[in-house]
């Protein structure tokens, strides 16, 4: 394929988004990654106690990235996102790790699962993404 | 209600998220807003000429702020998201306005719409998102 | 385009599972139709007085069969269905009207936004659904 | 819990549009259920040769049923559906088995997963739906 796993985590961090947001790739394999999202005071929702959670749109980023790099690691090369999902499950409170999946890679589009988990191993967010192949 | 209109804009600044992003509310009325996000290097996808179009996170996270900004809009407090869908219609290389509101707002959930346009008001994605109210 | 406005309701009826449903198109424009489904008994969600509303299935057939056509009657042939979602607002108690309409129709995909209303016009449920052209 | 996993097949039959579309239950236990979809010339999408595939709104209302059973089954009585999604990954011409597991139960809402496979065990559609706990 023309994208190597071993390029992932330097391919990702490309994304000046990316690396905005602070993600990065800590496993790779065929049609499989996981990527780390910071805990960090500029990714909360709000600016008081009751806000010291991480922003529904900095998870649903965090989901895209992953399931996109799941297919990229399926397909081996770039894809664009058609659709994506977000089911919103716990408020996250710190550090949290995206791992994503292929489910299908098809010759038109490809679907891709991810978990997002927080540090003691809860499940903070599910996603899923349609992307062009 | 216990969130006035006037005061929508600012209470938008205040989520740190909505400013690492650049996030300002431009318009509001009762189950109605219309929220802003700039055209920065930071928030786009790649760092080549192919890559030079806004990350479809950045635009995952306009969605969810307009669209939950709508159903306070409508509700009068804060809302958290339970679900966010998101469709991608076209690249995005200008800022970006996302223009959202509530489409039912019952007593357990609400559900609103968001449209995002560009500057030449091309529709560059849609989104849903489902609040808990 | 291949498939006539005109010839889309019988098109509609062709497909079994819409006769079984009892599905009717009532209405066709250039990417936008509208499809009936009648209020009968076997399409309810349960056998006692609490159950007498529409099964959530039935209307998610409806709102796949109305996005469907909507885009079938903007590019002129026939598109199989990549996702589909639905938001059930109100529970349904009589005959049901689906109106959609192609929000875009690209190269590779289209989007269709789908609204279900009742005789009384209340928004009983909303849908989207992407197509591969 | 106020429904008994014993009863759950029988509960699901109560349901006149489960019965319209031939489905059943075929096991349940905490939080999962299976339920099995019969190949059936009223259930397909067209009626010719490229039109013998199960039409895709039956195979959302087997996704609804499904999803919602596994969440009674987690939690012990009957629950409606807030939203509902379904990717398409293959054209299904066989009978059909729905997976399902509840992810998350909460005290307002709960998130269920669904695998829809055919007779030789590849996966036809997968489906996510949320349901008011």
């Known amino acids: 394929m023309a994208v190597d796993l071993n390029d992932l985590p330097g391919f ?7 690396r905005l947001l602070g993600l990065e790739m800590i496993k790779a394999g065929t049609g499989e990654v996981a990527v780390r999202m910071p805990f960090r005071e500029d990714l909360l929702a709000g600016d008081d106690a009751a806000g010291r959670y991480v922003h529904g749109g900095a998870i649903a980023s965090l989901i895209d990235c992953a399931g996109d790099f799941a297919v990229i690691a ?14 919103y499950l716990r408020p996250a ?4 790790t995206a791992t994503a999946r292929a489910r299908r890679a098809g010759r038109s589009v490809a679907v891709a699962d991810v978990d ?4 003691e191993g809860r499940l903070i967010a599910i996603g899923r993404g349609v992307f062009k192949t």
């Open 74 to 87: 399926a397909v081996g090369y770039d894809v664009p996102t058609i659709d994506l999902r977000v089911d």
């Open 93 to 96: 409170t710190g550090e949290l």
């Open 116 to 119: 997002v988990t927080d540090g």
């Open 12 to 18: 990702l961090r490309r994304s000046p988004y990316h």
